[in-house]
Protein backbone atom coordinates (compact mmCIF):
# COMPACT_ATOMS: atom_id res chain seq x y z
CA UNK A 1 0.00 0.00 0.00
CA UNK A 2 1.26 3.19 -1.14
CA UNK A 3 0.38 6.90 0.85
CA UNK A 4 0.63 9.96 -1.30
CA UNK A 5 0.16 12.37 1.35
CA UNK A 6 -0.49 12.31 5.26
CA UNK A 7 -4.17 12.17 5.80
CA UNK A 8 -4.79 14.94 8.85
CA UNK A 9 -6.24 13.36 12.01
CA UNK A 10 -9.32 14.03 13.80
CA UNK A 11 -12.49 11.55 15.53
CA UNK A 12 -15.31 10.96 13.12
CA UNK A 13 -18.09 9.15 13.37
CA UNK A 14 -18.58 6.65 10.14
CA UNK A 15 -20.77 5.12 8.14
CA UNK A 16 -20.68 3.17 4.90
CA UNK A 17 -22.38 2.78 1.87
CA UNK A 18 -21.69 1.35 -1.40
CA UNK A 19 -22.16 1.59 -5.22
CA UNK A 20 -20.79 1.61 -8.42
CA UNK A 21 -19.89 3.69 -11.46
CA UNK A 22 -17.15 4.03 -13.96
CA UNK A 23 -15.17 6.95 -14.26
CA UNK A 24 -13.25 7.78 -17.36
CA UNK A 25 -9.44 9.28 -17.19
CA UNK A 26 -8.51 11.86 -18.89
CA UNK A 27 -4.53 12.98 -20.08
CA UNK A 28 -4.35 16.64 -19.08
CA UNK A 29 -1.27 18.74 -18.56
CA UNK A 30 -1.50 19.80 -15.49
CA UNK A 31 -2.51 16.38 -14.06
CA UNK A 32 -0.42 15.15 -10.75
CA UNK A 33 -0.57 12.33 -8.78
CA UNK A 34 -2.23 13.73 -5.76
CA UNK A 35 -3.41 17.27 -4.79
CA UNK A 36 -0.95 19.11 -3.22
CA UNK A 37 -1.08 21.30 -0.12
CA UNK A 38 -0.71 24.34 -1.48
CA UNK A 39 -3.31 23.64 -4.42
CA UNK A 40 -5.99 25.32 -4.71
CA UNK A 41 -8.77 23.31 -3.32
CA UNK A 42 -11.67 22.46 -5.31
CA UNK A 43 -15.39 23.13 -4.82
CA UNK A 44 -17.41 20.70 -2.62
CA UNK A 45 -18.94 19.24 -6.35
CA UNK A 46 -16.10 19.16 -8.41
CA UNK A 47 -15.89 15.52 -7.72
CA UNK A 48 -17.22 14.27 -11.52
CA UNK A 49 -15.22 12.40 -13.38
CA UNK A 50 -12.69 15.34 -15.00
CA UNK A 51 -11.58 16.19 -11.40
CA UNK A 52 -11.16 12.59 -9.73
CA UNK A 53 -8.81 12.42 -13.50
CA UNK A 54 -7.17 15.13 -12.90
CA UNK A 55 -6.76 14.28 -9.07
CA UNK A 56 -4.83 11.08 -9.93
CA UNK A 57 -3.28 12.03 -13.10
CA UNK A 58 -5.11 9.13 -15.43
CA UNK A 59 -4.37 7.75 -18.54
CA UNK A 60 -6.90 8.11 -21.55
CA UNK A 61 -7.07 4.68 -21.62
CA UNK A 62 -7.86 4.06 -17.95
CA UNK A 63 -11.11 3.64 -16.24
CA UNK A 64 -12.05 3.77 -12.81
CA UNK A 65 -14.86 1.63 -11.19
CA UNK A 66 -16.36 2.82 -8.10
CA UNK A 67 -16.84 -0.61 -5.47
CA UNK A 68 -17.29 1.32 -2.32
CA UNK A 69 -17.90 4.67 -0.66
CA UNK A 70 -16.87 5.18 2.99
CA UNK A 71 -18.74 8.52 4.21
CA UNK A 72 -17.75 10.17 7.27
CA UNK A 73 -20.54 12.56 9.23
CA UNK A 74 -17.99 15.47 8.96
CA UNK A 75 -18.63 15.14 4.93
CA UNK A 76 -15.02 13.48 4.21
CA UNK A 77 -15.52 10.92 1.48
CA UNK A 78 -13.33 8.05 0.82
CA UNK A 79 -14.36 6.20 -2.90
CA UNK A 80 -12.58 2.90 -3.58
CA UNK A 81 -11.67 1.99 -7.22
CA UNK A 82 -11.33 -0.53 -9.33
CA UNK A 83 -9.10 0.29 -12.78
CA UNK A 84 -9.38 -0.76 -16.17
CA UNK A 85 -6.95 -0.34 -18.89
CA UNK A 86 -7.96 -0.17 -22.84
CA UNK A 87 -11.13 -2.00 -21.65
CA UNK A 88 -9.06 -5.04 -19.41
CA UNK A 89 -9.02 -5.28 -15.75
CA UNK A 90 -5.98 -3.91 -13.75
CA UNK A 91 -5.09 -6.38 -11.18
CA UNK A 92 -3.22 -4.64 -8.00
CA UNK A 93 -4.96 -1.43 -9.84
CA UNK A 94 -7.14 -0.69 -7.12
CA UNK A 95 -6.63 2.49 -5.42
CA UNK A 96 -8.69 4.92 -2.65
CA UNK A 97 -9.51 8.69 -3.34
CA UNK A 98 -9.93 10.57 -0.15
CA UNK A 99 -11.91 13.51 -0.17
CA UNK A 100 -11.92 16.53 2.33
CA UNK A 101 -15.92 18.00 2.92
CA UNK A 102 -15.03 20.14 0.58
CA UNK A 103 -14.80 17.72 -2.08
CA UNK A 104 -10.85 18.55 -1.95
CA UNK A 105 -8.61 15.12 -2.31
CA UNK A 106 -6.17 15.09 0.26
CA UNK A 107 -5.00 11.77 -0.11
CA UNK A 108 -4.75 8.67 -2.36
CA UNK A 109 -4.07 5.15 -1.35
CA UNK A 110 -2.74 3.23 -4.01
CA UNK A 111 -1.93 -0.38 -4.63
CA UNK A 112 0.82 0.22 -6.46
CA UNK A 113 2.72 3.61 -7.40
CA UNK A 114 3.65 2.62 -11.26
CA UNK A 115 1.76 4.47 -14.12
CA UNK A 116 -0.65 2.26 -15.81
CA UNK A 117 0.52 1.33 -19.04
CA UNK A 118 1.64 -1.59 -21.45
CA UNK A 119 3.93 -1.89 -24.80
CA UNK A 120 1.32 -3.64 -26.83
CA UNK A 121 -2.03 -4.52 -26.40
CA UNK A 122 -1.85 -7.70 -28.79
CA UNK A 123 -0.34 -10.83 -26.96
CA UNK A 124 1.68 -13.30 -28.38
CA UNK A 125 0.14 -16.19 -26.40
CA UNK A 126 -3.10 -17.74 -27.26
CA UNK A 127 -6.00 -17.80 -24.26
CA UNK A 128 -5.56 -21.83 -24.83
CA UNK A 129 -1.62 -21.44 -24.44
CA UNK A 130 -1.97 -19.53 -21.16
CA UNK A 131 -4.77 -22.24 -20.14
CA UNK A 132 -2.39 -24.96 -20.47
CA UNK A 133 0.01 -22.59 -18.56
CA UNK A 134 -2.02 -22.31 -15.49
CA UNK A 135 -3.49 -25.82 -15.68
CA UNK A 136 0.20 -27.25 -15.40
CA UNK A 137 0.34 -24.45 -12.17
CA UNK A 138 -2.58 -25.76 -10.62
CA UNK A 139 -0.40 -29.29 -11.10
CA UNK A 140 2.30 -28.40 -9.52
CA UNK A 141 0.39 -27.02 -6.72
CA UNK A 142 -0.87 -30.57 -6.06
CA UNK A 143 -4.11 -29.51 -7.08
CA UNK A 144 -5.97 -32.58 -8.23
CA UNK A 145 -8.11 -33.01 -11.54
CA UNK A 146 -7.64 -29.33 -12.86
CA UNK A 147 -9.83 -27.83 -15.09
CA UNK A 148 -9.07 -24.34 -16.52
CA UNK A 149 -11.94 -21.81 -17.62
CA UNK A 150 -11.53 -19.63 -20.32
CA UNK A 151 -8.98 -17.10 -19.51
CA UNK A 152 -9.43 -13.42 -19.41
CA UNK A 153 -6.83 -10.94 -20.55
CA UNK A 154 -5.78 -8.19 -17.85
CA UNK A 155 -2.91 -5.97 -17.24
CA UNK A 156 -1.62 -7.50 -14.08
CA UNK A 157 0.12 -4.95 -12.23
CA UNK A 158 0.62 -5.33 -8.48
CA UNK A 159 4.30 -6.21 -8.73
CA UNK A 160 5.07 -2.82 -9.37
CA UNK A 161 5.54 -3.62 -12.99
CA UNK A 162 2.22 -3.56 -15.18
CA UNK A 163 2.43 -6.76 -17.94
CA UNK A 164 -0.35 -7.79 -20.27
CA UNK A 165 -1.38 -10.85 -18.81
CA UNK A 166 -4.21 -13.90 -18.78
CA UNK A 167 -5.80 -14.81 -15.64
CA UNK A 168 -7.20 -17.98 -15.59
CA UNK A 169 -9.03 -20.13 -13.07
CA UNK A 170 -8.76 -23.46 -12.39
CA UNK A 171 -10.78 -25.32 -10.62
CA UNK A 172 -10.77 -28.71 -8.74
CA UNK A 173 -10.00 -29.98 -5.04
CA UNK A 174 -6.74 -29.42 -3.06
CA UNK A 175 -3.75 -31.76 -2.03
CA UNK A 176 -6.13 -33.05 0.69
CA UNK A 177 -8.52 -34.28 -2.27
CA UNK A 178 -11.49 -33.31 -0.63
CA UNK A 179 -10.72 -29.30 0.24
CA UNK A 180 -12.11 -27.85 -3.18
CA UNK A 181 -9.69 -25.77 -5.31
CA UNK A 182 -10.04 -22.36 -6.98
CA UNK A 183 -6.99 -21.80 -7.52
CA UNK A 184 -5.91 -18.09 -9.57
CA UNK A 185 -3.16 -18.44 -11.75
CA UNK A 186 -1.55 -15.05 -14.18
CA UNK A 187 0.40 -15.49 -16.52
CA UNK A 188 2.71 -13.47 -19.59
CA UNK A 189 0.64 -13.04 -21.95
CA UNK A 190 3.91 -12.91 -24.55
CA UNK A 191 6.00 -15.42 -22.42
CA UNK A 192 3.81 -17.93 -20.55
CA UNK A 193 5.58 -17.20 -17.67
CA UNK A 194 3.81 -17.66 -13.89
CA UNK A 195 3.53 -14.47 -12.81
CA UNK A 196 1.53 -15.37 -9.78
CA UNK A 197 -1.13 -17.80 -8.59
CA UNK A 198 -3.03 -18.24 -5.23
CA UNK A 199 -5.79 -20.22 -3.79
CA UNK A 200 -9.32 -18.33 -3.46
CA UNK A 201 -10.90 -21.07 -1.37
CA UNK A 202 -10.15 -19.68 2.26
CA UNK A 203 -10.39 -22.30 4.51
CA UNK A 204 -9.50 -21.94 8.73
CA UNK A 205 -6.76 -24.27 8.20
CA UNK A 206 -3.97 -26.17 6.03
CA UNK A 207 -2.53 -29.08 6.44
CA UNK A 208 -5.30 -31.40 8.53
CA UNK A 209 -6.18 -34.63 7.57
CA UNK A 210 -9.33 -34.68 5.71
CA UNK A 211 -11.82 -37.64 3.91
CA UNK A 212 -13.99 -37.75 0.67
CA UNK A 213 -17.60 -37.99 0.94
CA UNK A 214 -20.13 -39.01 -2.08
CA UNK A 215 -20.95 -36.84 -4.41
CA UNK A 216 -21.57 -34.05 -7.21
CA UNK A 217 -18.19 -31.74 -8.27
CA UNK A 218 -16.92 -29.10 -5.49
CA UNK A 219 -17.78 -25.74 -5.49
CA UNK A 220 -21.87 -26.24 -6.73
CA UNK A 221 -23.73 -23.40 -5.65
CA UNK A 222 -25.63 -23.99 -2.51
CA UNK A 223 -29.44 -24.18 -1.92
CA UNK A 224 -31.37 -21.19 -1.75
CA UNK A 225 -34.98 -21.13 -0.07
CA UNK A 226 -37.60 -20.47 -1.57
CA UNK A 227 -40.20 -17.28 -0.99
CA UNK A 228 -40.17 -17.30 2.61
CA UNK A 229 -43.64 -17.23 4.53
CA UNK A 230 -43.72 -15.58 7.92
CA UNK A 231 -40.85 -15.02 10.58
CA UNK A 232 -40.58 -17.13 13.27
CA UNK A 233 -38.01 -17.78 16.57
CA UNK A 234 -37.04 -21.18 17.25
CA UNK A 235 -34.95 -22.72 19.96
CA UNK A 236 -31.91 -24.81 19.01
CA UNK A 237 -29.42 -27.02 21.03
CA UNK A 238 -25.83 -26.43 20.29
CA UNK A 239 -22.60 -28.69 20.61
CA UNK A 240 -20.72 -25.49 21.56
CA UNK A 241 -22.92 -22.73 22.82
CA UNK A 242 -25.45 -24.72 24.63
CA UNK A 243 -29.40 -23.50 23.90
CA UNK A 244 -29.66 -20.43 21.55
CA UNK A 245 -32.66 -18.87 19.61
CA UNK A 246 -32.64 -19.04 15.72
CA UNK A 247 -34.42 -17.20 13.36
CA UNK A 248 -36.36 -19.21 11.43
CA UNK A 249 -39.73 -19.32 8.77
CA UNK A 250 -42.88 -20.85 8.70
CA UNK A 251 -43.18 -23.29 5.55
CA UNK A 252 -45.55 -26.15 4.09
CA UNK A 253 -43.08 -28.28 6.25
CA UNK A 254 -43.75 -26.68 9.57
CA UNK A 255 -40.38 -24.36 9.82
CA UNK A 256 -37.23 -23.66 7.62
CA UNK A 257 -33.83 -22.74 8.73
CA UNK A 258 -33.62 -19.49 7.25
CA UNK A 259 -33.04 -16.43 9.09
CA UNK A 260 -35.18 -13.63 7.19
CA UNK A 261 -34.69 -10.85 10.13
CA UNK A 262 -30.84 -11.30 9.09
CA UNK A 263 -30.49 -10.95 4.95
CA UNK A 264 -32.39 -14.45 4.49
CA UNK A 265 -29.47 -17.13 6.22
CA UNK A 266 -30.21 -20.16 5.46
CA UNK A 267 -28.21 -23.35 6.61
CA UNK A 268 -28.41 -26.06 4.34
CA UNK A 269 -27.21 -30.11 4.81
CA UNK A 270 -24.84 -31.47 2.51
CA UNK A 271 -25.35 -35.09 3.91
CA UNK A 272 -21.29 -36.32 3.62
CA UNK A 273 -21.38 -35.30 0.07
CA UNK A 274 -18.49 -32.62 -0.87
CA UNK A 275 -20.65 -30.66 -3.63
CA UNK A 276 -24.36 -30.15 -4.85
CA UNK A 277 -26.85 -27.67 -3.35
CA UNK A 278 -27.59 -29.77 -0.23
CA UNK A 279 -30.76 -30.13 1.09
CA UNK A 280 -32.55 -26.83 3.86
CA UNK A 281 -32.98 -28.15 6.80
CA UNK A 282 -36.78 -28.09 7.79
CA UNK A 283 -38.45 -28.95 11.23
CA UNK A 284 -41.90 -29.77 12.41
CA UNK A 285 -41.95 -28.04 15.82
CA UNK A 286 -39.40 -25.45 15.44
CA UNK A 287 -36.98 -26.99 18.13
CA UNK A 288 -33.47 -28.28 16.47
CA UNK A 289 -31.06 -30.34 17.89
CA UNK A 290 -29.67 -32.36 21.07
CA UNK A 291 -26.46 -30.53 21.39
CA UNK A 292 -24.70 -33.50 20.32
CA UNK A 293 -23.33 -34.74 17.22
CA UNK A 294 -25.41 -37.89 16.58
CA UNK A 295 -28.45 -35.27 15.70
CA UNK A 296 -28.02 -34.16 12.02
CA UNK A 297 -29.43 -30.56 13.21
CA UNK A 298 -27.03 -29.90 15.74
CA UNK A 299 -24.10 -28.68 13.58
CA UNK A 300 -26.82 -26.73 11.89
CA UNK A 301 -27.46 -25.01 15.12
CA UNK A 302 -24.34 -24.30 15.40
CA UNK A 303 -23.93 -22.95 11.74
CA UNK A 304 -27.62 -20.86 11.72
CA UNK A 305 -26.28 -19.37 15.22
CA UNK A 306 -22.89 -17.95 14.42
CA UNK A 307 -24.08 -16.63 11.31
CA UNK A 308 -26.71 -14.66 13.20
CA UNK A 309 -24.12 -13.41 15.60
CA UNK A 310 -21.61 -12.52 13.05
CA UNK A 311 -24.33 -10.89 11.42
CA UNK A 312 -25.19 -8.87 14.52
CA UNK A 313 -21.56 -7.81 15.39
CA UNK A 314 -21.14 -6.55 11.85
CA UNK A 315 -24.56 -4.74 12.35
CA UNK A 316 -24.57 -3.48 15.48
CA UNK A 317 -20.44 -2.92 16.30
CA UNK A 318 -19.27 -2.05 12.68
CA UNK A 319 -22.78 -0.80 11.65
CA UNK A 320 -22.48 -2.85 8.44
CA UNK A 321 -25.59 -4.31 6.74
CA UNK A 322 -23.65 -7.88 5.58
CA UNK A 323 -20.77 -8.92 4.02
CA UNK A 324 -21.23 -6.83 0.80
CA UNK A 325 -23.35 -4.04 2.90
CA UNK A 326 -26.24 -4.90 0.85
CA UNK A 327 -28.45 -6.95 3.30
CA UNK A 328 -27.47 -10.03 1.64
CA UNK A 329 -26.49 -13.07 4.11
CA UNK A 330 -24.47 -15.92 2.61
CA UNK A 331 -25.74 -19.56 3.18
CA UNK A 332 -23.93 -22.05 5.51
CA UNK A 333 -23.47 -25.62 4.59
CA UNK A 334 -22.60 -28.05 6.83
CA UNK A 335 -21.91 -32.00 6.92
CA UNK A 336 -19.48 -31.71 4.02
CA UNK A 337 -17.63 -34.83 3.76
CA UNK A 338 -16.63 -37.47 6.04
CA UNK A 339 -14.44 -36.43 8.73
CA UNK A 340 -13.18 -33.13 7.22
CA UNK A 341 -11.10 -31.27 9.30
CA UNK A 342 -11.92 -27.94 8.06
CA UNK A 343 -13.77 -25.08 7.06
CA UNK A 344 -14.11 -22.82 4.04
CA UNK A 345 -15.56 -19.97 2.31
CA UNK A 346 -16.31 -19.37 -1.09
CA UNK A 347 -16.60 -15.69 -2.72
CA UNK A 348 -18.15 -17.22 -5.63
CA UNK A 349 -20.65 -19.34 -4.56
CA UNK A 350 -21.35 -17.09 -1.44
CA UNK A 351 -21.04 -19.59 0.82
CA UNK A 352 -19.57 -20.88 4.10
CA UNK A 353 -19.02 -24.60 4.14
CA UNK A 354 -18.15 -26.57 7.61
CA UNK A 355 -16.70 -30.17 7.93
CA UNK A 356 -17.79 -32.57 10.89
CA UNK A 357 -14.21 -33.13 12.01
CA UNK A 358 -12.10 -35.64 13.27
CA UNK A 359 -14.88 -38.75 13.70
CA UNK A 360 -17.61 -36.93 12.61
CA UNK A 361 -17.85 -35.83 16.57
CA UNK A 362 -16.19 -31.98 16.51
CA UNK A 363 -17.68 -30.05 13.63
CA UNK A 364 -15.93 -26.95 12.67
CA UNK A 365 -19.13 -24.87 13.68
CA UNK A 366 -17.34 -23.03 16.28
CA UNK A 367 -19.05 -19.31 17.02
CA UNK A 368 -15.26 -18.19 16.15
CA UNK A 369 -14.69 -20.16 13.17
CA UNK A 370 -17.89 -18.76 11.82
CA UNK A 371 -17.23 -15.19 12.31
CA UNK A 372 -13.82 -16.05 11.17
CA UNK A 373 -15.18 -17.53 7.46
CA UNK A 374 -17.84 -14.60 7.18
CA UNK A 375 -15.35 -12.33 7.54
CA UNK A 376 -13.49 -13.57 4.90
CA UNK A 377 -16.03 -12.11 2.83
CA UNK A 378 -16.21 -8.84 4.09
CA UNK A 379 -12.57 -8.82 2.82
CA UNK A 380 -13.41 -9.65 -0.23
CA UNK A 381 -15.95 -7.10 -0.56
CA UNK A 382 -13.38 -4.14 0.59
CA UNK A 383 -9.69 -4.23 0.53
CA UNK A 384 -9.57 -8.06 -1.39
CA UNK A 385 -6.52 -8.64 0.09
CA UNK A 386 -4.39 -10.73 -2.05
CA UNK A 387 -4.37 -13.97 -0.52
CA UNK A 388 -0.75 -14.91 -0.91
CA UNK A 389 2.43 -13.30 0.58
CA UNK A 390 2.04 -10.91 3.66
CA UNK A 391 -1.20 -9.39 2.48
CA UNK A 392 -2.71 -13.11 2.14
CA UNK A 393 -1.25 -13.55 6.36
CA UNK A 394 -2.94 -10.12 6.99
CA UNK A 395 -6.33 -11.32 5.04
CA UNK A 396 -6.45 -14.40 7.45
CA UNK A 397 -5.82 -12.33 10.72
CA UNK A 398 -8.38 -10.19 9.42
CA UNK A 399 -10.83 -13.04 9.51
CA UNK A 400 -9.09 -14.08 12.93
CA UNK A 401 -10.04 -10.80 14.78
CA UNK A 402 -12.89 -10.52 13.61
CA UNK A 403 -13.88 -13.77 14.46
CA UNK A 404 -12.53 -13.36 17.66
CA UNK A 405 -14.79 -10.31 18.11
CA UNK A 406 -17.75 -11.92 17.69
CA UNK A 407 -17.30 -14.39 19.98
CA UNK A 408 -16.83 -11.63 22.51
CA UNK A 409 -19.78 -9.71 21.25
CA UNK A 410 -22.23 -12.43 21.64
CA UNK A 411 -21.53 -12.81 25.62
CA UNK A 412 -22.35 -16.37 25.92
CA UNK A 413 -21.65 -18.17 28.43
CA UNK A 414 -21.03 -21.47 27.30
CA UNK A 415 -18.37 -19.95 24.46
CA UNK A 416 -16.85 -17.13 26.15
CA UNK A 417 -15.04 -14.94 24.59
CA UNK A 418 -11.24 -15.01 24.22
CA UNK A 419 -8.03 -14.61 22.24
CA UNK A 420 -7.57 -18.41 21.00
CA UNK A 421 -9.08 -19.13 17.85
CA UNK A 422 -10.90 -22.70 17.63
CA UNK A 423 -10.41 -23.62 21.03
CA UNK A 424 -13.62 -25.76 21.25
CA UNK A 425 -12.98 -27.87 17.88
CA UNK A 426 -10.21 -30.09 19.25
CA UNK A 427 -8.78 -30.20 15.54
CA UNK A 428 -5.66 -31.47 16.55
CA UNK A 429 -7.27 -34.16 18.65
CA UNK A 430 -5.40 -33.32 21.74
CA UNK A 431 -7.43 -30.23 23.37
CA UNK A 432 -5.19 -27.27 22.09
CA UNK A 433 -7.50 -24.64 20.06
CA UNK A 434 -6.54 -23.88 16.54
CA UNK A 435 -4.59 -20.45 16.95
CA UNK A 436 -3.26 -18.21 19.88
CA UNK A 437 -3.25 -14.28 19.33
CA UNK A 438 -1.11 -13.43 22.50
CA UNK A 439 2.14 -15.29 21.74
CA UNK A 440 0.77 -17.22 17.84
CA UNK A 441 4.25 -19.31 17.85
CA UNK A 442 2.26 -21.38 20.61
CA UNK A 443 0.57 -23.40 18.09
CA UNK A 444 4.06 -25.52 17.25
CA UNK A 445 3.38 -25.12 13.69
CA UNK A 446 5.33 -22.17 12.69
CA UNK A 447 3.27 -19.49 13.26
CA UNK A 448 5.10 -15.67 13.58
CA UNK A 449 5.23 -13.98 16.23
CA UNK A 450 7.00 -11.37 14.88
CA UNK A 451 7.83 -9.58 11.34
CA UNK A 452 11.23 -10.44 9.59
CA UNK A 453 11.58 -9.92 6.23
CA UNK A 454 10.76 -13.66 4.70
CA UNK A 455 7.15 -13.43 6.92
CA UNK A 456 5.61 -13.43 3.91
CA UNK A 457 6.97 -16.33 2.42
CA UNK A 458 4.88 -18.64 5.38
CA UNK A 459 1.74 -19.90 4.62
CA UNK A 460 -0.62 -17.31 4.98
CA UNK A 461 -2.35 -19.26 7.95
CA UNK A 462 0.95 -18.61 9.58
CA UNK A 463 2.12 -15.30 8.42
CA UNK A 464 -0.82 -14.10 10.10
CA UNK A 465 0.14 -14.91 13.33
CA UNK A 466 1.97 -10.82 12.95
CA UNK A 467 -1.28 -9.41 12.87
CA UNK A 468 -2.55 -11.84 15.41
CA UNK A 469 -0.37 -10.65 17.71
CA UNK A 470 -0.53 -6.77 17.33
CA UNK A 471 -4.24 -7.14 17.95
CA UNK A 472 -3.67 -8.98 21.06
CA UNK A 473 -1.27 -6.41 22.25
CA UNK A 474 -3.23 -2.98 20.98
CA UNK A 475 -6.09 -4.85 22.85
CA UNK A 476 -4.92 -6.27 25.94
CA UNK A 477 -0.93 -5.31 26.10
CA UNK A 478 1.97 -7.28 26.73
CA UNK A 479 3.04 -9.41 29.84
CA UNK A 480 1.26 -12.61 31.65
CA UNK A 481 -2.28 -11.84 32.76
CA UNK A 482 -5.76 -13.59 33.25
CA UNK A 483 -8.52 -12.67 31.24
CA UNK A 484 -11.87 -14.02 31.10
CA UNK A 485 -10.70 -17.45 33.00
CA UNK A 486 -7.72 -17.75 30.28
CA UNK A 487 -4.12 -17.08 31.28
CA UNK A 488 -1.99 -15.37 28.65
CA UNK A 489 1.60 -13.66 28.70
CA UNK A 490 1.79 -11.75 25.17
CA UNK A 491 5.95 -11.09 24.63
CA UNK A 492 7.30 -7.99 22.63
CA UNK A 493 9.98 -8.52 20.31
CA UNK A 494 12.46 -6.11 22.02
CA UNK A 495 11.01 -6.62 25.48
CA UNK A 496 9.45 -3.56 25.71
CA UNK A 497 6.10 -3.12 27.66
CA UNK A 498 2.88 -2.25 25.50
CA UNK A 499 -0.25 -0.86 27.23
CA UNK A 500 -3.67 -2.20 25.50
CA UNK A 501 -6.27 0.26 24.86
CA UNK A 502 -9.17 -2.44 25.09
CA UNK A 503 -10.75 -4.49 22.09
CA UNK A 504 -13.29 -2.47 21.44
CA UNK A 505 -11.21 0.64 20.11
CA UNK A 506 -9.04 -2.08 18.29
CA UNK A 507 -11.34 -3.58 16.75
CA UNK A 508 -13.16 -0.15 15.67
CA UNK A 509 -9.09 0.98 14.21
CA UNK A 510 -8.62 -2.47 12.29
CA UNK A 511 -12.22 -2.32 10.53
CA UNK A 512 -11.56 0.91 9.62
CA UNK A 513 -7.96 0.29 8.12
CA UNK A 514 -9.67 -2.22 6.22
CA UNK A 515 -12.35 -0.59 4.56
CA UNK A 516 -10.69 2.78 3.98
CA UNK A 517 -6.53 2.51 3.99
CA UNK A 518 -5.96 -1.53 2.88
CA UNK A 519 -5.59 -2.32 -0.61
CA UNK A 520 -4.92 -5.51 -2.07
CA UNK A 521 -1.37 -5.39 -2.04
CA UNK A 522 -1.05 -4.25 1.22
CA UNK A 523 1.74 -5.87 3.49
CA UNK A 524 2.79 -5.66 7.21
CA UNK A 525 4.06 -1.84 6.64
CA UNK A 526 0.90 -0.74 4.74
CA UNK A 527 -0.76 -1.63 7.75
CA UNK A 528 0.97 -0.08 10.06
CA UNK A 529 0.50 3.23 8.06
CA UNK A 530 -3.50 2.42 7.51
CA UNK A 531 -3.90 1.46 11.10
CA UNK A 532 -2.13 4.57 12.28
CA UNK A 533 -4.54 6.79 10.08
CA UNK A 534 -7.08 5.03 11.20
CA UNK A 535 -6.81 5.43 14.29
CA UNK A 536 -6.04 9.36 14.11
CA UNK A 537 -9.25 9.35 12.16
CA UNK A 538 -11.61 7.84 15.17
CA UNK A 539 -9.70 9.60 18.34
CA UNK A 540 -7.21 12.57 16.91
CA UNK A 541 -4.03 12.75 15.48
CA UNK A 542 -1.95 13.08 19.37
CA UNK A 543 -4.27 10.55 20.82
CA UNK A 544 -2.79 8.08 23.25
CA UNK A 545 -4.71 5.56 20.73
CA UNK A 546 -2.73 6.52 17.76
CA UNK A 547 0.35 5.93 20.40
CA UNK A 548 -0.62 2.56 21.22
CA UNK A 549 -1.30 1.59 17.62
CA UNK A 550 2.71 2.65 17.42
CA UNK A 551 3.53 0.85 20.19
CA UNK A 552 1.54 -2.58 19.08
CA UNK A 553 3.23 -2.64 16.18
CA UNK A 554 6.58 -2.09 17.26
CA UNK A 555 6.10 -5.01 19.98
CA UNK A 556 5.73 -7.18 16.44
CA UNK A 557 8.91 -5.81 14.62
CA UNK A 558 6.74 -3.77 12.85
CA UNK A 559 8.69 -0.43 12.53
CA UNK A 560 8.33 3.21 10.46
Do not use: C
Not at 140 to 169: F, H, I, N, S
Not at 531 to 550: I, P
Amino acid sequence: MFSLSPLGGRARRLALTSGAAVLTGTLLATAAATASAGAAPEPRDDTSVAATARALGLGAQEKLVVKDVVRDADGSVHTRYERTYAGLPVLGGDLVVHRAPNGTVKDVTKAVRAAIRVASLTPKQTPAAARSAAVRAAKAAKTTAPAGETPRQVVWAADGTPVLAYETLVTGTQDDGVTPSLLRVVTDADTGRKLYEAQLIDGITDGVTARAGTGAKAGADAARPGSPQAGALGTGSSQYSGTVTLGTTTSSKGYELVDGGRGGASTVDLQHRTGGKGVLFTDADNTWGDGTPAHNQTAAVDAAYGAAETWDFYKDVLHRNGIKNDGRAPVSRVHYGNAYQNAFWDDRSFTITYGDGANDQHPLTQLDVAGHEFSHGVTSATANLQYSGESGGLNEATSDIFGTAVEWNANNAQDPGDYLLGEKIDIFGNGKPLRYQDQPSKDGRGSADYWSAGVGNLNVHYSSGVANHFFYLLSEGSGAKDINGVHYDSPTVDGSTVTGIGRDKAVQIWYRALTTYFTSTTDYHGAREGTLKAAADLYGAGSAEVGAVAAAWAGVNVKA
